[in-house]
């Protein structure tokens, strides 16, 4: 065999008791598991002593924003310190493909606080296809960091078909959306992403989503919304996928599936009860979380729908006009807008963690509220200001979350982990350096909020069954030899909210395909990754 890794605390990703043996990995693939006393230790080319370590299967982020990062960061510690292996990416519905060069031109505006502008980035692709093509091919014929799978983006394919409109799609305009769908889909998309409080995404009814999930059940996908509120019609908006996507006879998986806002404290029981009920009348629910409280996205996608018809640069225009801005602050502060999940806005919730333009640095890690007051004026002046001068590309820690609704909903059988990791930024949320550990440590290991077993099958093998992934997700002989070495007693997130770039402890050992990309803690050169495409 190539590797032999001995000793190891397998914690095989089933949710099943741990055990001890012997891991014998050859060309990629784990060939046998010898469990302790069944026979001579298994010998190999190369050896880890897995003394005092747990084994598992590679970390599937099932809510990424590395579309670009994968592409210009062939290091990606971010996540391969993690023991992430597999990252959901194309998420919250927009991304970068598929396009055509208008359409991309908007969504590299629309989206500069997840990902940057792209400036960087060569984008020669346009289909979905190509897109993952382009990753396979990546830093210099390589390949990437960890492997991804891509969601088709149904705000980017409504972008596509009919722009920046809000308003019902025509029947031609539902059959183009269909066809983009189905291309991306055939061309190895896993299922299609929404993001229903962002645009031009958010436009579309019921009526025209459910098209679009038809075609994604088709092929064995699933649909993964960011649903229409978090906050005011949170029970709501969960209840509207869930019956849109059983009218469409559709999988779903709900992303980012929290609770939050004030007005939501406390009320976790009231959605898993939903859950439950769908999934007793035979629904196929999935969800996603991450462990922390606060939220984060752009500042741009705090503002009520009608003030971002036409796209950014309807937006900036909307936002230099004296008499429109007054009103979108209305919108915000008194009424409530759906970009602020119907909720009104209270800046002191509202920290930037990132700006565009490096000129505009002093804001980061400030609320709102707390910058306002340095310039001796109203919140909503230093947002307007903000939202004009970095182009919209401000992103945002929203201080909004519960933590009883945390811990009650990643207790849930159907729970998976994601990260929601936005890299871009001077202060990221810690999310996306710290998901993975911070499951294992903090709420395993200290609060036993899950069983270590069940927190690694919360992590590995119920989001590979999710995606339909036939050899990964789980330690068992003839699957990938996607692997994660940790020490149970120290894996920790290194990111704090003072320090979010902080790489995690207790993660000394990490292989994709059988490949170390991560060994006796430090990354190595290795480009393991590829795209993951949906299983025919």
């Known amino acids: 065999m190539d590797l032999v890794i001995r000793d190891a605390r397998v914690i095989d990703g089933t949710g099943g008791a741990s055990y001890r043996a012997d891991i014998g990995v050859h060309e990629g693939r784990i060939t046998e598991i010898r469990k302790e006393g069944e026979g001579p230790r298994l010998a190999g080319a190369k050896t880890v002593d897995a003394q005092g370590l747990a084994l598992a299967p590679g970390f599937i982020d099932m809510h990424a924003h590395s579309d670009l990062a994968l592409l210009r960061d062939p290091d990606h510690s971010a996540k391969a310190a993690q023991g992430v292996t597999l990252e959901v990416i194309g998420q919250d519905g927009l991304s970068y493909a598929p396009v055509d060069d208008r359409t991309l031109a908007q969504v590299r505006q629309a989206i500069t606080g ?66 983009l769908v189905a291309e991306g889909m055939e061309q190895g998309a896993v299922g299609m992403s929404s993001g229903l409080t962002y645009t031009p995404g958010m436009y579309a009814d019921d009526s025209e989503l459910t098209e679009l999930c038809k075609v994604v059940a088709q092929y064995n996908g699933y649909y993964c919304p960011h649903h229409r509120s978090y906050g005011a019609g949170a029970l709501q908006a969960y209840e509207e996928m869930v019956d849109l996507t059983r009218t469409a006879n559709c999988p779903l998986h709900l992303a980012h599936a929290t609770m939050n806002f004030g007005v939501n404290k406390g009320k976790a029981p009231d959605l898993l009860a939903l859950l439950d009920d769908a ?30 018809e ?33 909720v009104p806005m209270e800046w002191d919730w509202i920290e930037i963690s990132g700006v565009s333009d490096p000129a505009l640095a002093s804001f980061v890690g400030k609320t709102v509220a707390e910058s306002a007051r340095q310039r001796g004026e109203e919140p909503w002046v230093t947002a307007r200001r903000l939202l004009i001068d970095d182009k919209l590309g401000s992103t945002i820690l929203q201080h909004v979350g519960h933590e ?17 990791g936005i890299l871009q930024g001077l202060k990221p949320h810690p999310r996306a350096y710290g998901t993975f550990p911070q499951y294992l440590g903090r709420y395993a290991r200290d ?23 036939p050899d990964r997700g789980i330690v068992r002989e003839g699957y990938r030899a996607d692997l994660v070495l940790f020490d149970p007693e120290t894996v920790a997130a290194g990111s704090t909210f003072d320090t979010p770039r902080t790489l995690p402890t207790g993660i000394p050992h990490v292989l994709i395909d059988g490949k170390f990309v991560m060994e006796d803690g430090r990354r190595t050169d290795v480009l393991a990754g590829r795209s993951v495409r949906r299983a025919r």
């Open 447 to 469: 609060l036993g909020v899950l069983t270590l077993e069940e927190c690694v099958a919360h992590l590995t093998g119920r989001p590979a069954a999710r995606l339909r992934l």
């Open 404 to 420: 009883e609704n945390v811990q009650a909903i990643m207790r849930h059988p159907v729970h998976t982990g994601g990260s929601d």
């Open 279 to 308: 999934l007793a009348r035979g629904a196929d629910i999935t969800l996603d979380t991450y462990p922390y409280t606060p939220g984060c996205t752009t500042l741009v996608a705090m503002l009520p729908s009608w003030a971002s």
């Open 114 to 179: 997840w990902n940057g502008d792209g400036s960087d980035i060569d984008f020669d692709w346009r289909t979905v296809g190509e897109y993952l093509d382009r990753l396979d091919r990546s830093h210099g014929g390589q390949g990437i960091a960890v492997n991804a799978a891509y969601l088709v983006p149904q705000g980017t394919v409504r972008m596509y078909a009919l722009g920046w409109d809000d308003r019902p799609a025509t029947p031609a305009e539902v059959d183009r959306m269909k066809q």
């Open 310 to 342: 036409g796209g950014p640069d309807a937006i900036l225009t909307r936002l230099q006009d004296d008499e429109t801005a007054e009103k979108i602050r209305h919108h915000m502060e008194v009424i409530g807008a759906d970009g602020c999940h119907g």
